[in-house]
């Protein structure tokens, strides 16, 4: 039997039915509700992002997502440039690191198939901008693992691109652990009901107190959230610098070095940091050795030195995020870089959680 999935979380803290005695069918039901909603309902915003610069040149950009647990769906909506003239549209092909891309209903790809003239825009709406929808089934991408999704443009007539792209995982509305239990996420709803036992059983049963703390460490180790900042990988609107020492990488937009507010997810006390894997995509010209860095709250994780000469993706390193801030565990986010020669460029910047 299918088990509805809370769309908000229960009222009051768990806490309190951390007890040293005998627990009762209602303490094991509101866990199996919240442990549900963390799950099935609060799923993760891959990136949502406005693109300042537009032009006619075909330009792509490179989406990183890693898939949650339980997830099957994203939602993907592009909206497009306002168009320099009447009959304004393009092609955007969307393909993916893992292969083949599946559509959620065949066909059913809109503007993102590549098919000619199937990205339009509006030639004289800069407010309204029109807006491409799909749904992208993921079902086939390994949970944890993170892939690339390409977003290629191309100006078919008066068409200058994507302007903000939006992309979320799909929250479900129930969970099937009965008849599932090792690919599905959440509890068996029904079998915390008051009047039914509480079992041991094992992490792969449809319940029990095994099943119940399997899936708590789910929501604490293996519901990654994701954070990214990027543009196109047309040179013209990449992050650049040529600076020796570090420097801003924000020269492409107007030479600002802009703040990212950022909060990190307290999973113990406010002594423990929380961990993420940081990455850049980047190219350095001229022969140049280049590093790339965060700066969270002041202090910095860099990439190392790194010196492809075409767009490629650093090591992943470490990065903490302070859970001491002074405001709800909030910190600062600032990206630099250097190089020793010719110009590094920067078209994306990306955090990954990475808790164990």
């Given at each position: 039997?299918?088990t509805a999935i809370?769309?908000?979380?229960?009222?009051?803290?768990?806490?309190a039915?951390?007890?040293?005695?005998?627990?009762?069918?209602?303490?094991?039901?509101?866990?199996?509700?919240?442990?549900?909603?963390?799950?099935?309902?609060?799923?993760?915003q891959?990136?949502?992002?406005?693109?300042?610069?537009?032009?006619t040149?075909?330009?792509?950009?490179?989406?990183?997502?890693t898939?949650?647990?339980?997830?099957?769906?994203?939602?993907?909506?592009?909206?497009?440039?306002?168009?320099?003239?009447?009959g304004a549209?393009?092609?955007v092909t969307?393909?993916s690191?893992?292969?083949?891309?599946?559509?959620?209903?065949?066909?059913?790809?809109?503007?993102?198939?590549?098919?000619?003239?199937?990205?339009?825009?509006?030639?004289?709406?800069?407010?309204?901008?029109?807006?491409?929808r799909?749904?992208?089934?993921v079902t086939?991408?390994?949970?944890?693992?993170t892939?690339?999704?390409?977003?290629?443009?191309?100006?078919?007539?008066?068409?200058?691109?994507?302007?903000k792209?939006?992309?979320?995982?799909?929250?479900?509305?129930?969970?099937?652990?009965?008849r599932?239990?090792?690919?599905?996420?959440?509890?068996?709803?029904d079998?915390?009901?008051?009047?039914?036992?509480?079992?041991?059983?094992?992490?792969?049963?449809?319940?029990?107190?095994?099943?119940?703390?399997?899936?708590?460490?789910?929501?604490?180790?293996?519901?990654k959230?994701?954070?990214?900042?990027?543009?196109?990988?047309l040179d013209?609107?990449?992050?650049?610098t040529?600076?020796?020492?570090?420097a801003?990488?924000?020269?492409?937009?107007?030479?600002?070095n802009?703040?990212w507010r950022f909060?990190a997810?307290?999973?113990?006390?406010?002594a423990a940091?929380n961990?993420?894997?940081?990455?850049?995509r980047y190219?350095?010209t001229?022969?140049?050795?280049?590093?790339?860095?965060?700066?969270?709250?002041?202090?910095?994780?860099?990439?190392?030195?790194?010196?492809s000469?075409?767009?490629?993706e650093?090591?992943?390193f470490a990065?903490?995020?302070?859970?001491?801030g002074?405001t709800?565990?909030?910190?600062?986010?600032?990206i630099?870089?250097?190089?020793?020669?010719?110009?590094?460029?920067?078209?994306?910047?990306?955090?990954?959680?990475?808790e164990?």
């Open positions: 039997m299918s809370m769309p908000k979380p229960s009222t009051g803290t768990l806490d039915f951390c007890v040293a005695s005998p627990v009762s069918g209602t303490h094991m039901l509101r866990w199996a509700w919240d442990v549900g909603f963390l799950l099935g309902q609060n799923t993760q891959i990136v949502s992002q406005r693109y300042v610069l537009s032009a040149t075909s330009r792509t950009t490179w989406i990183s997502y898939r949650n647990p339980g997830v099957s769906v994203l939602m993907i909506e592009a909206e497009a440039h306002k168009g320099t003239a009447l549209n393009g092609t969307v393909t690191s893992a292969g083949t891309i599946a559509w959620v209903a065949a066909g059913q790809s809109y503007g993102f198939s590549g098919t000619a003239s199937a990205f339009t825009a509006h030639s004289t709406d800069n407010i309204h901008r029109r807006k491409h799909a749904f992208l089934n086939g991408l390994t949970v944890g693992t892939y690339d999704l390409k977003f290629a443009f191309v100006n078919v007539a008066n068409c200058n691109g994507i302007a792209l939006t992309i979320f995982e799909v929250p479900i509305g129930t969970t099937d652990p009965a599932a239990p090792t690919e599905e996420i959440g509890l068996e709803g079998s915390y009901r008051s009047g039914e036992a509480i079992s041991t059983e094992t992490t792969t049963s449809a319940r029990g107190m095994a099943r119940l703390r399997n899936q708590i460490d789910k929501c604490r180790i293996g519901n959230r994701q954070w990214q900042v990027g543009t196109s990988e013209a609107d990449a992050f650049t040529t600076s020796a020492p570090y801003s990488m924000m020269a492409a937009h107007a030479a600002r802009p703040t909060r997810r307290r999973l113990y006390t406010t940091n961990v993420y894997l940081g990455a850049f190219k350095v001229g022969g140049g050795l280049a590093r790339i860095r965060f700066l969270i709250n002041g202090v910095e994780y860099n990439s190392g030195d790194i010196t000469a075409s767009y490629a650093c090591t992943p990065v903490n995020i302070p859970c001491n002074a709800d565990q909030e910190v600062t986010i600032q630099e870089g250097k190089t020793t020669a010719g110009t590094l460029y920067v078209s994306r910047a990306r955090l990954l959680e990475n164990s």
